[in-house]
Nanobody, 118 residues
Framework: QVQLVESGGGLVQPGGSLRLSCAAS????????MSWYRQAPGKERELVAL????????NYADSVKGRFAISRDNAKNTVSLQMNGLKPEDTAVYYC???????????WGQGTQVTVSS
């Protein structure tokens, strides 16, 4: 069955770093674009970062440019989000997402909590 399992969330102080990982299984990972979304209480879920299936193109929300970096390892079926210079406003549940335009399929992970606070 399809699975997207996030890990690496937790509590970190402002200015700190955290690395989120997403392990995928049950589908052809290398053919899917992968993204990280986040949702804070009372706010809409927003796209944080995206990486194409090959990995040659990435896109970031303006609020995280220069601080976050998305990467993928198709050999290991994983996608990661390196988060540096964390701010309290980065606090949210972060979700891993897979999308295939060709197959018209998409999958969501269960989410992992990131809390930035002193």
């Amino acid at each position: 069955q399809v699975q997207l399992v996030e890990s690496g969330g937790g509590l970190v102080q402002p200015g700190g770093s955290l690395r989120l990982s997403c392990a995928a299984s049950g589908f052809t990972f290398s053919t899917y674009a992968m993204s990280w979304y986040r949702q804070a209480p009372g706010k809409e879920r927003e796209l944080v970062a995206l990486i194409t299936s090959i990995g040659g193109t990435t896109n970031y929300a303006d609020s995280v440019k220069g601080r976050f970096a998305i990467s993928r390892d198709n050999a290991k079926n994983t996608v990661s989000l390196q988060m540096n210079g964390l701010k309290p406003e980065d606090t949210a549940v972060y979700y891993c997402h897979a999308n295939s335009v060709i197959w018209k399929l998409n999958f969501w992970g269960q989410g992992t909590q990131v809390t930035v606070s002193s």
